[in-house]
């Protein structure tokens, strides 16, 4: 999205890069828009790929938000998603709300785990943080099976629709307003004074305790908001798929947003956004395709993410980021359009 | 012994040693004076190797050690006793006496060696089981200089012992470097403490803004106007 | 808890030094096994076998987090390693010994090739790990390196199990037992040897372990880099020998609890799973990077799975711990045994 203002080293200087990524943010909304009614995305098949990529692009975005600011890794993220996903389930199936109650209610309970978790483990080691919330999300998984009354276990709570249809499409745009709603508020956040001083501490948090500030508030309000978020996401996977298991919660669905958030690049948000919808699609037609190794896509996840953490920190954002560089500087004039065209084309073509 | 020249070396974003010439002979026993922030800590750290020279040469008995690892450079017989001392919290005095002689393979040796620092340090024989991290500022001090003797090494090169010492103990340490000096060991001293410095030492150099500007024996530099001015209050 | 005792006996100032919280929490942890090993003594042996691994596991884990600062999420891949290698080294054994069963070396000693391999190949993983991707990241940066190395951990374990996945399917495939012989009568107790193996095995490995680290030139090096590693290099200490080292040597201690375990958790892909939560249970709740709190916790964590198994169901084994930690967490936040010395293997 809107970008360069919200890399640590961009200065305000920069008029030129910004006014490029504006441009490249309006013109990849307007194709994500577009996307369903080009060929081949006008299957039910493709566009049930593109809702899976919006919704794990909003998820490795809130990700990004404690991962790439405050250099905490929510390890249980999935299990947030899941919380926020079987509390709206319930909620509905038993009270007979309306599904889009859910999504409030989602993210409270979600909120409020991760308000509980980050007073907790936030005041130590950032790793201690990290372990714990794996611990918490196992201990989530644990209870979704174990509690059989509530969440019938393993063998999956039927949840009623979100919309009335069986149509992708209008899930699609549902999920990309969500998407594009998540990627809004939280780069509002971080170019507050808040968000200014999300990145002082993660920096260096012993630099940004000793100017005054309190690192414990500032990291604990950070974890909630993405946990919250994490819940408004897991209420329209539950709605939309209708069927929530306990798997939902599970290590392997975290790692694949962490991968996704570290690959597009830490610390951008815009850049998992981008990398979702081609990374998510091709894993999915590689699935199609290799149905007999249904562990090959995993092998490449943890491939790509051991690349870029040794060789690429800063993730596609940060090759994009540096291409559109190198294209403001080159033609002094007319730079902005066809400068914007040629940056977003590795998020937008595939 | 010890040879600088044409020294320039910093960090990342910071050079701070400009063309630093310097020379330490066989028994000498030197020091580097300057005000805060002049390179002092920095030439120390550039020529035990933390960090490294963009230019220039460092020769130890005739043999450039530029670009060695920090370990590479302590085992050539170039002890280095940091600022912080770099103690071994969780570690007694004793346990951190027998790593600073992890080069030693000499059983028999090492035992020496141990009882050689508690002579020169009876205080640290004294609470020779007490962990490192509880020691008072004075004790931790002693216990650098002691782990670093630990190896023999030909050469020590000694930053600031008197920092954050009060008069008493600084004395014992200076004293305790004097006595190594008459025992043989080439000493190179940072200090700070100019005037009792130079009535110890042999010769000094005195940098500033990470240029050496003068240099001479102890005598000459107590003489020296710009000295006294600068650093003597006269 | 008798071994958590045996571990302090010599350390009468730790002991001392807790005699709040912590000792308060082990003694009623003795006390309950105590009570509960009267009336049924199988869980007091499962505990002291499984808690054994477990501190293996969890010392390994504390060890590297202590000297090199990496928080290793792939330490339970190292683990499914040596059951591998206890399954590939052990079934043409086994059918040696069914081909010759009254070669007593080959049946009583065959089962320890498999474990000594996987010990062997544990290191060498371990050593192949420095060098490909930590000594890499640490010429790159060492910006954010904790997190960063969790997550390079975090890659190659879904490496580690998607490949195993791939190569030798999702089935379980175990052994048994290494040792088919009857029951070894102990103080009125009927154990198997294969549980009595994995204790003495376990106890032996521990205490070769700490003596290393205590009392060895090179353990104490390695102690000394955990504490500080300028200080280290002062003493002509060597960082990347010391590195490789403790990978080698963590990884080889995973890769060896798999292949002694292996009678109890069969081979899959995710059998590192449930060790590595367990032995980050148990580092978290020892304090990060404390060794020796490592394993006194290993047993605590080994008794209180026993108990939750036995008493309450299996499938609470891995919720209660969490609570368990969240409890020490805010009453301890540096852990049982964390304090403001930190070190590998505090005195
Ligand atoms: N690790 C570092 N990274 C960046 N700059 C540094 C670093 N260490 C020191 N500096 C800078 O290098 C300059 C010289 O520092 P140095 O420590 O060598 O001075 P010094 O002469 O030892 O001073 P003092 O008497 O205060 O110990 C200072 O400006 C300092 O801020
Ligand atoms: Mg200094």
Redesign the pocket.
Known sequence: MVTTSTTPAASAAQRGPQRLGLIAAVVLIAVSIALPFVPPFTGQDWQRYLVGAALIAASAVAFDFTAGYIDIVNFGFAAFMGLGGYTSAILVNTYGISPWLGFPLGALTAGILGLLTGLLTLRLRGIYAAVMTWFVALALLGLARNLTDVTRGPLGLAVSPLLATNDNLPYYYVMLGILIATLVVLTLVIRSRVGLAFRAIGQNLQAARASGINPTVFLVANFTISCAFAGVFGVFYAHYYGILTPDVMGTSHTIEILAIAYIGGRGSLWGPAVIAFPMYIAVQLLKVQLSSQPALYLVIYGLLLILVMLYRPDGAAGVIRSLGHRLDRRPKSGAGPAGASATPTPGATA | MLKLKGVES?????Q?LWDVELEVDEGEFVAIL??????????L?TIAGYVRALKGSIEFNGKSIVGLEPHRVSRLGIGYVS?SSNLFAGMSIHENLLVGAYTVKNKQLIASQVDLVFELFPRLHERRNQLAGTLSGGERKMLAIARGLMPSPSLLLV??PSLGLAPIPTLAAFEALKQLSQRGTTILL?E?NVNTTLHLVDRAYV?EQ?KVVLEGTGPQLLSNKDVQEAYLGI | MTTATATNLKQVPLLRRYLNLTSAILVVAAAAMIVVSIQNPSLLVNTLATGGMWALMAGGLALVFGVMNIPSFVHGDLFMVGTLVALFVFTPIQSMIQDAPNDFVLKWLGPFAGMILAFILGAVIGVLMELLLFRQLRRRSREQWVMNTFLLTAGLSIMFENVAMMAFGNLPQGISRYWDVPPIDVLGVPVAMDRLVTFIVAMGTLAVFALFLQRSRTGRAMRAVSMDETGAQMAGIGLTRIYQLTLALSCGLAALAGAVLIWLTPFTPTVGASPLLIAWYVVILAGLGNVQGAVVGAFLVAMVQQLTGYYLALNWVDVLPTGIIILVLLFKPSGLFGSEVKGVWEQ
């Open positions: 910093g960090y990342d974003l910071l701070v300057g005000p805060n922030g002049a390179g002092k800590t920095t030439t750290r600022e930053d600031e940072v700070q940098l990470g």
